[in-house]
């Protein structure tokens, strides 16, 4: 795979994970958001279990503590995010859980002992304020839900950077089974004693959370091996506006003029990273 095509996959991935924000709304509508997670962990380790037995895919553990970094950090932030969604408002939880770009590239700046260029970092604040303006946050007052929207940013992050130093030696596959697991590790615990069974009207939104989920994370960690962290994290805010679309159409929220524009900055973002990434492959 050519770096060009890594950051189309990082497109479609993002899509994805936008697809997934709106379920997991409409799902913890009907069902706590320790259950969401456990049931998605839970459903994603089911399937790449059959797809190993049924010799379609192999998990080979190379780098044990990088993938298990990657697994513990994003089963908290993935965790932390979902009871966001369900404590505040999607905007504030989908802005808050896109500071994580910002983190990322922090964290691998400090991993690598590199500086950003100029250029990225005005693309990264670019896609950044157009997520702003796309989600138009209100934050007259912090909630708890806002709270563990910044915790899941700053916990993801760190996960965005250890996934990408964890592809050099495994696969994308591996590392999405160790993930499952620490995800379902880390929301056990908070279910056990309080579990119900997920009404009927969940189901649906609870299928469309494990389809997308486990889409948007296996291209996301393949993607991840050719793309560097900044231009993997830049990308991946188009699900924001894959998010935004979702809402209008579905949820007939309003097509504001700031989302027509943030829509435009993140778009014009991914479009140039990728034609970079043509140029310099």
């Known amino acids: 795979m050519t770096r060009r095509s890594g950051m189309i996959l990082m497109l479609l991935a993002a899509t994805c994970i936008g697809i997934q924000a709106y379920f997991v709304k409409r799902a913890s509508e009907y069902t706590g958001a320790a259950e969401i997670a456990f049931i998605r962990f839970l459903a994603s380790y089911l399937i790449v279990r059959a797809a190993v037995a049924a010799g379609w895919i192999e998990i080979r553990l190379v780098n044990r503590r990088l993938v298990m970094a990657r697994g513990i950090l994003g089963g908290i932030g993935n965790l932390l995010y979902f009871y966001a969604v369900a404590a505040t408002r999607l905007s504030n939880a989908m802005v808050l859980l896109y500071t994580y770009p910002i983190f990322a590239s922090l964290y691998a700046q400090w991993w690598q002992g590199k500086a950003l260029s100029l250029r990225m970092m005005i693309i990264l604040l670019a896609s950044f304020a157009g997520v702003y303006l796309i989600v138009d946050p209100s934050f007259d007052r912090l909630m708890g839900g806002d709270l563990l929207g910044i915790a899941s940013g700053m ?35 908070l279910v056990i004693g309080r579990w119900t069974f997920p009404p009927a009207e969940s189901l649906g939104p609870l299928a469309g959370v494990v389809v997308f989920s486990m889409l948007g994370q296996i291209w996301m960690t393949d993607a991840y091996r050719y793309t560097t962290t900044a231009e993997g994290s830049v990308l991946s805010m188009f699900g924001a506006v894959v998010g935004s679309v979702m809402g209008i159409w579905l949820l007939s929220e309003p097509a504001r003029p700031g989302f027509l524009v943030g829509a435009l900055l993140v778009v014009i973002g991914g479009i140039y990273l990728t034609a970079q990434g043509s140029e310099e492959s």
């Open 155 to 189: 916990t993801v992050g760190g996960a965005i950077v250890s996934l990408k130093e964890s592809r050099k030696t495994d696969s994308a596959w591996t590392i999405f089974h160790y993930f499952n697991i620490a995800g379902m590790a880390i929301s056990l615990p």
